[in-house]
């Protein structure tokens, strides 16, 4: 079974506060998600593998530590997982970016794709997925669902507002995928929109609708 962390950094939990507000413009909603994904990115990197690698300093010659294996990946799902690439780019300066377009439809709720566009290695990258908002978690199974089809083998899911339901779902059909979460909230409301949450996180971002 996935493991699932939720963060409970108070930096993360104040930020998530101000998004929540009904009364913050896009300006700020776009600079706190950023500055989130920032801060979430470096916890959930907590336990990537090291290695020992031999460099001379300017006085003698010593052993220190260098990330394992190939760089990172990150992988929003458009639109609005864009607005968390980049606190993950801050953080990870080297990590090759892929886009994953996929929206809800507004009746049926599911998943409709209409972009895929990954790294060419990206079978042999870890690779994070972001999107601000986990729901009923129709669009990350899929996003995920289409990574695992292309070979994608390390594959982990960041996310900043979650529904019970989403997380469920997501443990059920991808349960080597660990995921983080920003705040865990209660439930889903008749439209598919998570209670308290931020209402529609891509027209907030973008300052849509
Ligand atoms: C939102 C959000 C997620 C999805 C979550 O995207 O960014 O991708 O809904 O809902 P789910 O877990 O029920 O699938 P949306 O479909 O509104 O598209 P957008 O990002 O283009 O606005
Ligand atoms: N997508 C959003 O942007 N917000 C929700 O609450 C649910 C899905």
Redesign the pocket.
């Known amino acids: 079974m996935s493991n699932v962390t939720v963060m409970d950094h108070p930096l993360i939990q104040h930020k998530i506060g101000i998004i929540r507000r009904t009364d913050t413009g896009s300006k700020d909603f776009r600079q706190m998600i950023s500055e989130i994904a920032m801060l979430m990115c470096y916890e959930a990197t907590r336990d990537l593998k090291l290695q020992d690698v031999e460099i001379e300093t300017p006085i003698c010659t010593t052993t220190v530590k260098e990330l394992q294996g190939k760089k990172l990946a990150v992988v929003p799902?458009?639109?609005?997982?864009l607005g968390m690439v980049d606190g993950m780019l801050s953080m990870i300066p080297a990590a090759k970016v892929g886009h994953i377009g996929?929206?809800?439809d507004p009746e049926t709720?599911e998943?409709v794709e209409y972009y895929c566009k990954l790294p060419a290695d990206s079978a042999e990258r870890e690779v994070f997925v972001v999107?601000?908002?986990?729901?009923?978690?129709?669009?990350?199974v899929a996003a995920i669902q289409l990574l695992k089809d292309k070979g994608v083998q390390n594959i982990r899911f960041m996310c900043i507002i979650a529904a019970p339901e989403?997380v469920k779902r997501m443990q059920k059909e991808h349960p080597d995928v660990d995921i983080y979460i920003g705040g865990l909230d209660e439930r889903l409301n008749d439209h598919?929109y998570i209670v308290p949450g931020l209402g529609?996180?891509?027209?907030r971002i973008f300052g849509t609708k």
């Open positions: 799902i458009l639109r609005a997982g996929l929206y809800r709720l998943p999107d601000p908002m986990l729901a009923t978690g129709g669009s990350s989403g598919g529609d996180a891509g027209d």
